[in-house]
T-cell receptor, first 112, second 116 residues
């Protein structure tokens, strides 16, 4: 079954700790994205990657980092520099960067 | 820069009634337009999309949307709502043909409640 998986579904961390969210896809899509969702604010783009070993900042990249070493994987690290990291994080992918984006089930991060 | 407005934060309809969710966008040319649906705690599911051609687009679950260039709108409609349609709906606009990537801009969402 093809799709996008995100793990874990729920994540709790102490303030000041870095945390890495996993995103894997077996759709053979070239492009991958990370969004942050907060209540009443819709989705905001954090980072995106068009191909392996390449990624671009989105609208709210500060305090986040990514890597794209494999086509199927695009992990997101939330660093201690992110002032308000508690949110719902969504990963997406598309065949090409201008094509339809398909979403994973999300990870809810709570920083205590 | 592109933007999307969903003027209705919450909408309540009775089961079996018709539905229209509003979406207005701002973009200099013809954009890519999308409607997604999200159930609580879940990811987003694509309902339908408009890239070009026929301005009336059919999607999954009986939804349709109409692109109106003169009104910069892409409203979502369904003739008869089912209780399972209760969810949050997001309109999104993308910028086609840009070398910097397809940065989708999302509206703030419309929460749909269905009364039985």
């Amino acid at each position: 079954d093809g799709g996008i998986t995100q793990s874990p579904k729920y994540l709790f961390r102490k303030e000041g700790q870095n945390v890495t969210l996993s995103c894997e896809q077996n759709l053979n899509h070239d492009a991958m994205y990370w969004y942050r969702q907060d209540p009443g604010q819709g989705l905001r783009l954090i980072y995106y990657s068009q191909i392996v070993n390449d990624f671009q900042k989105g609208d709210i990249a500060e305090g986040y980092s990514v890597s794209r070493e494999k086509k199927e994987s695009f992990p997101l690290t939330v660093t201690s520099a992110q002032k308000n990291p508690t949110a719902f994080y969504l990963c997406a992918s598309s065949i090409e960067v201008t094509d339809t984006q398909y979403f994973g089930p999300g990870t809810r991060l709570t920083v205590l | 820069a592109q933007s999307v407005t969903q003027p209705d934060i919450h909408i309540t309809v009775s089961e079996g009634a018709s539905l229209e969710l509003r979406c207005n966008y701002s973009y200099g040319a013809t954009p890519y337009l999308f409607w997604y649906v999200q159930s609580p705690g879940q990811g987003l599911q694509l309902l339908l999309k408009y890239f070009s051609g026929d301005t009336l687009v059919q999607g999954i679950k009986g939804f349709e949307a109409e692109f109106k260039r003169s009104q910069s709108s892409f409203n979502l409609r369904k003739p008869s709502v089912h209780w399972s349609d209760a969810a949050e709906y997001f309109c999104a606009v993308g910028a086609p043909g840009r070398g910097g990537g397809n940065k989708l801009t999302f509206g703030t969402g419309t929460q749909l409640k269905v009364e039985l």
